[in-house]
């Protein structure tokens, strides 16, 4: 079999079986995105999540939230109010842990070619323990002003899949022209849409449709590094 | 001019420059994991942090912190105690948030194949917002105990950078001994040690030296999912 065909093979296999998720389905904000990549025979995606606003108690190792021992107190793919959040913690008895964690998105890609324009990560998150054994650390007050900031990296990371959605399209459809020639007559010619070409921007052959930020200010000249590691080699430096 | 040679040429160029970083140096705990890296014909790093606690104020549009408008009250690379927060807060007149940043490290890679022992991410963070306006959200007691957790994370991140680094330098050794066969006949033969291989285990062929993990649960059977996107296709579904 080709590795066109097994491809097929496993992505028809993995989207047949029944989703595992606690939630058993593709959060609403990211159906179509997952519809878009899932329609293309080159990809499939194999888990995503819209962004949430999440509170977690306990399972804390020195260093991490264990998933074995953590469990979860409140989960919302929507804005939160800080009552939500005051009655969830009252069944806190560890370390209670408020997180918003931005659109995240796992897809195989049928070749590494491919896999150049979905290098695609973001670290806009929001991670704030709120209580310690049971005892909460923080005033009310402060739960409703986190949960401010919470609802407005929710309502920006909402507006970043939109436009992540609408540059995939783009480029999705450049590739498709690209493709209406005989691939051995573009690959002859080193024309591929998605290879870095001579004398090409570095911003841009670094996959301009790529809207998710690093928000780590690295302390170097860096400064217009979008954080995305896209695995190839700029020729024009 | 061949890519082999471009690479050099523009290596050279990069290593070359001043390091422009407000320090002006490599961190110190990951001065051999860089040098082992620059050591390699294939490998360059152009950025790198350790790791770090980092008191930000201001600058916050909305979403996520500016850069532009941002003013680093305190940076350390090392545990932290709260006097040091405190005394840097009195400082703060804006939106004073406090981070543990885990190391990070950008590296170009000669060809696309050497990019994938290198996909390296970590989300271990602490983003936690402390003042507002200048205000003072939160306790002395509560800083402290966010110290406590921050200074965990920071020894836990010097213990990853080390299992990194042996790793790595494990990986670069087994890629030298299948480099000293001729390349050609490598390639010929499917044989090269960072190609994924049929009927190769998912787990092996998703990079096993990569030690960052993500803790982002995703809410599906991808439990053992180390948060590495490595892209390219296993072939062992």
Redesign the interface.
Same mark, same amino acid.
């Given at each position: 079999m080709d590795?066109s065909a097994?491809?097929r093979?496993?992505k028809a $296999? +993995?989207l047949s079986?029944a #989703?595992? =998720?606690?939630?058993g389905s593709v959060d609403e904000d990211v159906v179509e995105l997952v519809q878009l990549l899932n329609g293309r025979e080159e990809f499939f995606t194999?888990?995503s +999540?819209a962004g949430r606003i999440i509170l977690l108690d306990g399972g804390i190792d020195?260093?991490?939230?264990q998933?074995q021992n953590c469990c979860w107190l409140l989960v919302t793919h929507k804005p939160c109010v800080k009552d939500d959040v005051i009655v969830a913690l009252k069944k806190a008895n560890s370390d209670a842990i408020l997180k918003f964690?931005p659109f995240?998105l796992?897809v $195989? +890609?049928?070749?590494?070619q491919d896999? $150049?324009i *979905?290098?695609v990560?973001s670290?806009?998150?929001? &991670?704030?323990?709120l209580s310690?054994k049971g005892q909460l650390?923080?005033?009310e007050? !402060?739960i409703d002003?986190?949960l401010k900031?919470a609802n407005?990296?929710m309502? &920006? /990371?909402k507006k970043r899949i939109e436009r992540f959605y609408s540059c995939l399209q783009h480029a999705l459809e450049r590739e498709a022209i690209t493709n209406s020639h005989p691939r051995e007559k573009i690959r002859g010619e080193e024309n591929s849409s998605y290879s870095p070409k001579k004398k090409r921007n570095p911003e841009k052959a670094r996959g301009k449709c790529i809207t998710e930020?690093n #928000?780590? &200010? *690295?302390? /170097?000249? #860096?400064?217009d590094?979008p954080g995305i =590691?896209v695995?190839?080699?700029p020729?024009d !430096?």
């Open positions: 590795r097994e491809f093979r496993w $296999q +993995c079986k #989703d595992l =998720s606690r939630k194999t888990s +999540c020195g260093f991490e939230v998933k964690e995240i796992h $195989q +890609c049928r070749q590494l896999a $150049q *979905l290098a990560r670290t806009h998150g929001l &991670e704030v323990p310690h650390m923080v005033t007050e !402060y002003f986190l900031i407005q990296k309502e &920006e /990371n930020e #928000d780590k &200010e *690295l302390e /170097n000249d #860096d400064d590094d =590691s695995p190839f080699f020729e !430096y």
